[in-house]
């Protein structure tokens, strides 16, 4: 028996990503860019060690459409290395495709340059390659757009619950075929891969939610858990997940996860890659955990005290910061927070070797408020955001949720 081909299936890069962190002068890259660009740089590491026989990335390579230049050759010479280890599949995603079918992906150029040992999978095909262990067929299902799925299709006089179900109708049948195609096309010893880029009904969402562009297709997991398939490598969702976990009837149908964090929203995610060892009917894959940038969130109650900055700095010093991306919620009564020293408590942040303080939120009890609270001119802007969600009765989760995107948007608008 021949031995299993050892695949590298890894997603959503974005690089791009520029939130929580200064600008590199020697680099001209945000620090934040670098820790894309490192993790990236791992997972090559650990691939050259374990002989990789197929690189698959499942889409996303940057956060935009328009990526920068200085960016787009950052990756281009990290693919081009995992190209030279390996064949290597580039599944377009939703961050890569442009919205007009007429205009070029960010992935076309490996295209357009012929670039050796690399297929850029813009479209659902199903291909065979060969690698140092023998052959894999692989199917290949990017991202669906919209206007290309129903470009047959007259959606006149169709909801848009009916044009939903015409999409996942339409999207259904082309996974079908890929399996039929990899049925009818390997032999019984030849492994089979599909990748796609896409939303799968029952996958547990994090706050990429508030990066995605455009209104999603969903896919049926049991379009995808088909034993025609040995292992079904996904991208689009950040969180890791095997979607049929303890299913001994489907292959593992399994989101990687980002290389790296992206925001608070995944504070409390592991990141990486997956490791395949593909054999026809087999599948021993395992998660491999990336050494992705530690985000901190620390809530301090200093309300009814009288030292509410050493309550905060006897909190600081209670954890390790090193390096980390912090961002600090203090709730305060109006007496607490005028003998709360700021200052001193950012200098303490910086002491404790910071990589980026995310924010110091107050959150302040009032009792009897005007229409925002204290005069406007002596709060910031986050604060008076807050006040507005609050007199417009947004509920607290989605207050919260607002709250920290645009703390995002103020922390890339100071970068």
């Known amino acids: 028996m021949s031995e299993p081909i050892r695949v590298l299936h890894f997603a959503d890069a974005h690089i791009g990503m520029e939130n929580y962190g200064k600008i590199d002068a020697e680099s001209g890259l945000s620090r934040r860019v670098h820790d894309y660009l490192q993790r990236i740089d791992e997972m090559i590491a650990h691939a050259r060690e374990r002989d990789v026989d197929l690189v698959v990335f499942a889409g996303d390579a940057f956060r935009s459409r328009n990526p920068d230049p200085t960016q787009q050759r950052a990756f281009a010479r990290r693919i081009r290395t995992l190209a030279q280890l390996a064949p290597t599949v580039l599944l377009a995603g939703n961050h890569d495709l442009p919205v007009s079918a007429a205009k070029a992906s960010t992935m076309d150029i490996y295209h357009t340059l012929d ?55 339409i999207q259904g049948e082309k996974l079908a075929e890929l399996a039929r ?12 891969l599909l990748t796609g880029h896409f939303s799968v009904d029952g996958a547990v969402w994090g706050s990429e939610r508030l990066v995605m562009l455009g209104r999603d297709v969903t896919v049926d997991l049991e379009a995808l858990a088909d034993r025609r398939w040995d292992y079904v490598a996904l991208g689009h969702v950040h969180r890791h997940q095997n979607l049929t976990k303890e299913r001994s009837d489907a292959p593992p149908v399994v989101y990687c996860g980002s290389l790296e964090r992206i925001d608070f929203g995944e504070e409390a995610e592991i990141k990486g890659f997956c490791w395949v060892e593909l054999a026809r009917q087999r599948a021993d894959w395992q998660f491999i955990e990336s ?125």
């Open 115 to 169: 670039v050796p040992n690399i297929w850029v999978a813009l479209d659902y095909e199903l291909r065979r390659i060969s690698t140092k262990r023998g052959d894999v067929m692989v199917g290949a299902a990017p991202y669906p757009i919209r206007a290309r799925l129903l470009q047959d299709v007259s959606t006149r006089g169709l909801t848009i619950a009916e044009q939903d179900a015409e999409l996942e109708r």
């Open 181 to 192: 195609q990899a049925e009818a096309l390997a032999d019984e010893t030849t492994p089979r």
């Open 291 to 415: 050494k992705a940038r530690e985000m901190r969130t620390l809530r301090v109650d200093c309300r009814d005290i009288d030292s509410p900055t050493r309550r905060a700095l006897d909190t600081l010093k209670q954890h390790s910061l090193d390096e980390a991306i912090v961002r600090l919620e203090l709730r305060l009564t109006p007496e607490s927070e005028a003998l709360l020293d700021e200052g001193a408590i950012i200098e303490a942040l910086k002491r404790a070797g910071v990589f980026h303080i995310a924010g110091i939120r107050k959150d302040v009890e009032r009792g009897g408020r005007t229409r925002l609270g204290r005069s406007p001119e002596g709060l910031s802007p986050l604060e008076l955001l807050e006040r507005y969600f609050e007199t417009r009765g947004v509920d607290a989760a989605r207050r919260e949720a607002l709250l920290e995107r645009a703390q995002d948007i103020i922390n890339g608008a100071m970068a």
